[in-house]
C-alpha cells in the first residue's frame, strides 16, 4: 500500500507525516510521534486506554486509521498539564485515589475531559453512562467517580 | 504509636501525565518484533516442521526446541518447555519462535511455515481427569490430604449427612496491559530481561537455568506493571526466556508483547475447580465431620498447581470442624496451564465451603446467618492443621459490623416476603447473601523460612534514604506503602526517600511480590532496617529531628551507609510440610460480607446493588489504598461470581477479548460500603497483615448465597451466569 501525506494536529501542535493510510492512529500517535500516554489494551475497541479526544469526540485511537484521522485535532493526556500546573481533572484523579497501576488512567481522563465539557455537573450515573466505555481491573470505579465529582466540583469554581 | 501522614500515591503524577514507562513505552532502537507459533491441537505427536523452501528466511530469527539445551522453565517442576519438541500437549502450546524487523515480514514468514502432526486422545474435562487419574499416577500433579480427627465416627453420632458437589470455572486475570518482556543482549555475553515482570527473581532463576553452562549474564528489570493480579507472576518466565533466546541468537534486542487475544488464549488463569462434600451435622446445625474432595484443573503444565493446591486445601471456611479431611487433587489435562491468580486457591475452597453451610441451612431449616453462627471460629479455636487463632482475630468484630451495617437480619426476611409476594408483578426477585472469609499472610507453610528474604536500605550522601526491595508496583501501591513506613519512622518527607529499581542487579531476592507479603514480611524488614540505620546514625537517642543533618555528617565521616536484614518467621511458626500440620500461615486476614442482589426475571441477569464488607487487615499502613484494594477487589469478584465466563470447547479457549469475555464495566458497580478491622500482628510493620487478595475471596460466595436467598435453590456453579440460572430455575 501506498503511503500517504497527512497533517494531525496533536496537543496544538501540527504534524506532517508520511504513513499508509490503514496504519492505526493509535500507532501513529505512539510509534511515529512519541504520544506514549496512549495506550493499548485490546486493539479492538474494547477497553478505552488508548481513548483520544479527536475533533472534540472522543475515540478509540486503535479503531481509527490515519487516512480518517487526516487533517483532525488530536487531543492526548500529555495536552493536559501546563505550565500552571496540573489540570484540575489530574488533581482529581490523585486527591480521589483513582489511580492504581495507571494504564487505564490517560483514558478516563480524556474521557472525563470530554464528559465535563458536555456536562459541567454530572449526576453519578451521568458519569457512568460517560466512561462506560474505559475499562479499569484495579480500581473498582468507585474512586473513579469520586474524582470525576471532585474535578467537576473545581472546574466549576 | 507511629502517626501516618495523609500523602498521596507515590507514582500518581506520573501516571496522570502519561508518562509512566511501561514495558511497551520503552525507546529501544533497532529492535525486532518476535512472534509465537502455537500448537493446533491439544495432543498431539509433532511430525514435522516445515519452511517454505521458496522463502527467503534471511532476516528471520527462528528457534525451535533442537536449539534449545535447557528447554525447561524453571518452576516447581522441569516439566514445561520453551518450545515442544516432539509431543504438545495444548492448543496454543510454543512450537516455533521467529523474530524479524516488522510485523509484515513477520506474518509473511509465518504464513510459510508448516507443521504437520499426528494427533494424540487427549484428556479435557474434569471428568475425564478425574477418572483417568485413578489408574494413571502421572495425571495428577499434586495430590495431598488436611486430616484431624475421624469422619467415621463422626457419621456415627450425626443426625444428618449432607453432601453435594459445586463447580468454579476458570478466571482470567485480565490486567489492562498485555503481557510483554524486552531481552536486550549487550556485549555477546550479557542480556538484559525487561517487562512487564511481577517478580523479578523468579525470571532470573529461569533465565540462569536457561543459560546455565554458558558465559551469559542475565540481569532482570522489572518495569511498572499495568496490572497483574498473579497473571505475570509465572508465566513471564517463559516469554522472557523466548525473547532472549531470539535476542541472543540475533544479538540485537527482541521485544515480545502479546496482543489481547494471545493473552487470553495462551497465558495462564485461575484453575476451574469441582468439590464433593459430605458433612456430618448434629440437630442444632454443629458440623461435626466434613469429608472434602477438592479438584482443581491445573491444565497441560505443573507451574505453581501444587501450591494453589495447598492453599486451597488449608482455606475450607472459617468454621471450627473437629473431624475433617480434605482430599486435595491437582489434575494434569490437554488445556492451557493454570496458574496463580489473586487469592491462589481461596476462592475455589471459599465458594466450596460456604456453599456447604448454605446447604445445611437449607436442610435443617435455619437461616444461613445461624449455621454460621454455631460453626464459627472462636477466639481460641483451632484449625484443621492444629493452628490455634489466639491472636490477630478480627472475625467476630467484621461479622458484627457487616451485619450492623446491612441490616442484614431484616433483609433476608423481608427479602424472601417480597419475593414470594411481589415478585412476579414487579418483574424481580431480591436477594441478600452473606459469606465469611479468611485468607493466611505470606506462603504457605515453610516456604518463607526456606527464601531467606532478604531486604536492604542505603544512606546517601545527602542524608537520602534509598529503599532496596525486589518488590514490584503493580497498581497495589507498595512503592507508597514503603515510602510511608520510611517517612513514618523517620518523620521524613517522602522527597528524602528513593526507591531502587527492581533491577536483579541492583536489588537482593527479597521474594516475589505475591501471597499478600509485600507489606506484611518485606515490609517488616524495611522498619528493621529503619532501626539499624537510625542506631548508627543517631546512636540510640530518640530525637528524630536533627536526622538528615547526621546522616549527612555520619556519610561524611564513615562513608556509605548500606544495611541488611532477613525474615524469619516468629519462633513458634512452624509447619510440617508433610502432615499438613502446624502453623500453615503466620496470622490470617479475616473479612465479614454481604451482597444485595436483584434478579431480573426476563433476562435472568443480576445486578449486585450493594455490597457491605468489614475486613480485618492488621493495621492499614495507608487507609485510602486499603480502601482502594478492597473495592478494585470487590468489583473484581463480582465479575468472578456472575458474568466472567471462559470456557474451552475440544481443549480450545473459546474467548477471543473483552467482546466475549465480560469483565465488569463501571457500570456493574454496586454501592460499596467498606470498613477496616485493625487487629493489630504483632509481627507485622507496626501491626499490618496482608490485605490483597483477602479483598477478593470472599465476594462470590456472598453473592451465590443472595442468589440462594432470591430463588431457594443451592447455587452449585460460579459464574452464575443468565444461562445458569434460568436452569436453576426450571429445576
Ligand atoms: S486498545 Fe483501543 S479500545 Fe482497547
Ligand atoms: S488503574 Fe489499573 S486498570 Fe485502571
Known amino acids: 500500500m501506498q503511503k500517504i501525506e497527512i497533517n494531525l494536529t496533536v496537543n496544538q501542535r501540527s504534524y506532517e507525516l508520511k504513513v499508509k493510510p490503514n496504519k492505526r492512529l493509535l500507532d501513529v500517535l505512539r510509534n511515529d510521534l512519541n504520544f506514549t500516554g496512549v495506550k493499548e489494551g485490546c486493539g479492538i475497541g474494547e477497553c478505552g486506554a488508548c481513548t483520544v479526544i479527536m475533533d472534540g469526540e472522543i475515540v478509540n485511537s486503535c479503531m481509527v486509521l490515519a487516512g480518517q484521522a487526516r487533517d483532525s485535532e488530536i487531543i492526548t493526556v500529555e495536552d493536559l498539564e501546563s505550565e500552571n500546573g496540573l489540570h484540575p481533572i489530574q488533581k482529581a484523579f490523585i486527591d480521589a485515589g483513582a489511580v492504581q497501576c495507571g494504564f487505564c488512567t490517560p483514558g478516563m481522563i480524556l474521557s472525563t475531559l470530554n464528559l465535563l465539557k458536555e456536562n459541567s455537573n454530572p449526576t453519578r450515573s451521568e458519569i457512568k453512562d460517560g466512561l462506560e466505555g474505559n475499562f479499569c481491573r484495579c480500581t473498582g470505579y468507585k474512586q473513579i467517580i469520586d474524582a470525576v465529582e471532585l474535578a467537576a466540583e473545581m472546574m466549576r469554581d | ?731
Not at chain 2, 525470571?203 to 546455565?212: G, K
Open chain 2, 1 to 731: 504509636m507511629k502517626k501516618f501522614n495523609k500523602e498521596k500515591r507515590v507514582d500518581a503524577h506520573k501516571k496522570i501525565a502519561g508518562e509512566e514507562k511501561y514495558v511497551s513505552d520503552l525507546n529501544v532502537s533497532d529492535k525486532l518484533i518476535g512472534a509465537t507459533i502455537r500448537s493446533e491441537y491439544a495432543h498431539a505427536k509433532i511430525e514435522e516442521i516445515i519452511f517454505a523452501q521458496d522463502f527467503d528466511w534471511d532476516d528471520i530469527v527462528i528457534m525451535i526446541a533442537a536449539d534449545i539445551k535447557n528447554n525447561y522453565v524453571a518452576m516447581i517442576e522441569k516439566d514445561m518447555p520453551f518450545l515442544a519438541k516432539s509431543i504438545v500437549n495444548y492448543i496454543g502450546e510454543p512450537i516455533v519462535l521467529l523474530a524479524a524487523k516488522n510485523r509484515k515480514k513477520l506474518d509473511e514468514a509465518i504464513n510459510n511455515i508448516e507443521i504437520k502432526y499426528e494427533t494424540l486422545e487427549p484428556v479435557l474435562t474434569f471428568d475425564e481427569a478425574l477418572s483417568a487419574a485413578e489408574n494413571k499416577d502421572d495425571l495428577i500433579f499434586k495430590q495431598m490430604q488436611v486430616k484431624r480427627g475421624n469422619f467415621s465416627t463422626a457419621v456415627k453420632r450425626a443426625n444428618f449427612i449432607i453432601e453435594d458437589m459445586v463447580e468454579t470455572s476458570y478466571q482470567e486475570q485480565a490486567y489492562m496491559e498485555p503481557q510483554g518482556v524486552i531481552a536486550i543482549p549487550k556485549n555477546n555475553d550479557k542480556i538484559e530481561i525487561r517487562g512487564s515482570i511481577q517478580c523479578p527473581y523468579y525470571v532470573q532463576n529461569a533465565m540462569d537455568q536457561l543459560f546455565a553452562d554458558t558465559d551469559i549474564k542475565i540481569n532482570v528489570n522489572a518495569n511498572p506493571l499495568g496490572g497483574s493480579f498473579g497473571g505475570k507472576e509465572d508465566f513471564p518466565s517463559l516469554i522472557s526466556g523466548h525473547a532472549a533466546l531470539l535476542a541472543h541468537k540475533a544479538q540485537k534486542p527482541v521485544e515480545i508483547i502479546y496482543d489481547r487475544k494471545e493473552d487470553i488464549k495462551t497465558t495462564p488463569k485461575r484453575h476451574p475447580s469441582r468439590s464433593e462434600f459430605r458433612v456430618a451435622v448434629n440437630e442444632e446445625g454443629r458440623i461435626i465431620g466434613l469429608e472434602v474432595k477438592l479438584s482443581i484443573n491445573g491444565g497441560a503444565y505443573c507451574t505453581l498447581s501444587p501450591v494453589v493446591l495447598e492453599r486451597a486445601v488449608l482455606t475450607f471456611g472459617c468454621y471450627f470442624i473437629e473431624n475433617i479431611c480434605i482430599d486435595g487433587y491437582a489434575l494434569k489435562t490437554n488445556t492451557v496451564p493454570n496458574a496463580a491468580f489473586r487469592g491462589f486457591g481461596g476462592p475455589q475452597a471459599l465458594f466450596a465451603a460456604e456453599m456447604m453451610i448454605e446447604k445445611i441451612a437449607m436442610e435443617l431449616n435455619l437461616t444461613p446467618l445461624e449455621v454460621r453462627q454455631i460453626n464459627m471460629l472462636k477466639f481460641g479455636d483451632k484449625l484443621e492443621t492444629g493452628q490455634p487463632v489466639n491472636y490477630s482475630f478480627g472475625l467476630p468484630e467484621c461479622l458484627q459490623n457487616v451485619l450492623h451495617k446491612s441490616n442484614y437480619i431484616k433483609k433476608y426476611k423481608e427479602f424472601k416476603k417480597f419475593n414470594i409476594e411481589n415478585s412476579a408483578e414487579a418483574g424481580y426477585l431480591k436477594g441478600i447473601g452473606m459469606s465469611l472469609a479468611r485468607h493466611g499472610g505470606g506462603f504457605t507453610g515453610s516456604g518463607e523460612n526456606y527464601m531467606d528474604t532478604v531486604a536492604a536500605m542505603e544512606l546517601l550522601q545527602n542524608g537520602k534514604l534509598k529503599i532496596i526491595t525486589a518488590q514490584t508496583e503493580m497498581g497495589q501501591g507498595v512503592d507508597t506503602a514503603y515510602k510511608k513506613i520510611v517517612s513514618d519512622f523517620f518523620e521524613l518527607p517522602y522527597s528524602q526517600i528513593l526507591i531502587e529499581n527492581k533491577d536483579t542487579s541492583k536489588v537482593p531476592n527479597s521474594g516475589p511480590t505475591v501471597a499478600s507479603r509485600s507489606t506484611m514480611v518485606v515490609g517488616k524488614l524495611i522498619v528493621d532496617n529503619c532501626e539499624k540505620i537510625k542506631n548508627k546514625v543517631l546512636e540510640e537517642q530518640d530525637d528524630l529531628s536533627e536526622f538528615t543533618k547526621k546522616a549527612v555528617d555520619y556519610y561524611k565521616t564513615n562513608g556509605k551507609l548500606k544495611v541488611e536484614s532477613t525474615y524469619k518467621h516468629p519462633d513458634f511458626v512452624k509447619y510440617n510440610e508433610k502432615e499438613l500440620t502446624g502453623y500453615a500461615y503466620p496470622v490470617f486476614s479475616w473479612s465479614a460480607n454481604v451482597a444485595e442482589i436483584m434478579l431480573n426475571l426476563t433476562t435472568y441477569e443480576i445486578e449486585v446493588t450493594k455490597y457491605f464488607t468489614s475486613q480485618d487487615i492488621g493495621r492499614a499502613i495507608n487507609p485510602q489504598q486499603a480502601v482502594a484494594q478492597i473495592e478494585g477487589g470487590t468489583v473484581q469478584g463480582i465479575g468472578y461470581a456472575l458474568f466472567e465466563n471462559m470456557y474451552t470447547q475440544k481443549g480450545q479457549i473459546v474467548n477471543n477479548g473483552f467482546i466475549d469475555y465480560i469483565i465488569p464495566s463501571i457500570m456493574d458497580v454496586p454501592e460499596i460500603e467498606a470498613d477496616i478491622v485493625e487487629e493489630s500482628y504483632f509481627y507485622g510493620p507496626y501491626g499490618a497483615k496482608g490485605m490483597g487478595e483477602l479483598v477478593l475471596v470472599g465476594v462470590a460466595p456472598a453473592i451465590a448465597s443472595a442468589l440462594i436467598n432470591a430463588t431457594n435453590k443451592l447455587t452449585r456453579k460460579i459464574p452464575s451466569t443468565p444461562e445458569y440460572i434460568f436452569k436453576l430455575l426450571e429445576e
